[in-house]
């Protein structure tokens, strides 16, 4: 074969900085669902993210939160979004897999503690996750 993929599996390298914004956005929104648009780099297969954009007229309740995509600005650092599930577990439903964005969609789950962020693909497939500096 000539035009033959490496297979990369994914990982993610989150900014601790980023991780505590994300925490933070996540309890100011509660008992809403908060949204993120997560900015970063990929390369063979790890993703950095080292970044936060608020999405433009996004919206949000109880059990629900997006934005329109037609509205955002282009820029090729977007790497995926993050959400909040107020209520229940992390895993990500039907509706977040079909809205799916990027590469990875990160779910927090409350009460939005350092280990309630969890990396999704977007066949539903959790994601190793680390923390760095």
């Known amino acids: 074969m000539i035009f033959k993929k490496e297979k990369f ?5 989150l900014k ?6 994300i925490l933070s956005y996540c309890k100011m929104k509660h008992p809403n669902e908060g949204i993120l648009i997560l900015k970063g780099k990929s390369k063979k297969g790890k ?8 999405p433009p007229f996004s919206y949000s309740d109880p ?19 993050v959400h909040s599930h ?10 977040d897999l079909h809205n799916f964005f990027g590469l990875v969609s990160l779910i927090v789950q409350s009460p939005y503690d350092d280990d309630d962020i969890f990396a999704w693909d ?7 996750m680390t923390v760095i500096d």
Request: proline share 7%; hydrophobic share 35%; net charge negative.
């Open 16 to 21: 601790k900085d980023v991780r505590d914004s």
């Open 9 to 13: 599996e994914r990982h993610i390298l």
């Open 86 to 95: 107020p209520c229940g577990s992390a895993k990500p439903s039907l509706t």
């Open 47 to 54: 993703i950095t993210i080292d970044g936060l954009v608020i």
């Open 63 to 81: 059990t629900f939160a997006g934005f329109p995509q037609s509205f955002l600005p282009l820029d090729l650092d977007y790497v995926g979004v």
């Open 122 to 128: 977007s066949n539903g497939n959790q994601l190793s």
